[in-house]
């Protein structure tokens, strides 16, 4: 649920969005399509998000990585993960936007 409503938040701030729970298949879309930007919830099935996110910056290099969590012991990015962004939940739509727009302008 919460997964589609932040797709619902990035197509309001003016971008496309594929939304995949499970972090394999996130990677396989990246593999398969262009993916300019990951929106990784810390808490997946599977596969963490932070291994997600580790995967992602090795495989695609220098692309945003935004982790979103409601526990307070992930509530900043991961350092070897330069660039990394960290966002908690709850978020509004407004505070969503304005990371997306900050490391994908328009």
Known sequence: ??????????VQ??????????????LALAEASTVDLFIIDVVLPGMSGLELGRQVSQ???GRPIVFISA???????????DG???LSKPYSADELGAILHRLLPL
């Not at 649920?1 to 990035?10: F, L, N, P």
């Not at 992930?74 to 993960?81: C, K, M, R, T, W």
């Open 71 to 81: 526990y307070p012991k992930y509530h900043q990015a991961p350092p070897e993960l």
């Open 84 to 86: 990394a962004v960290f």
């Open 1 to 10: 649920m919460v997964a589609d409503i932040t797709c619902r938040m990035v």
């Open 59 to 61: 495989q695609f290099p």
């Open 13 to 26: 701030a003016g971008y496309r969005c594929e939304c995949v729970g499970i972090g394999m298949r996130a």
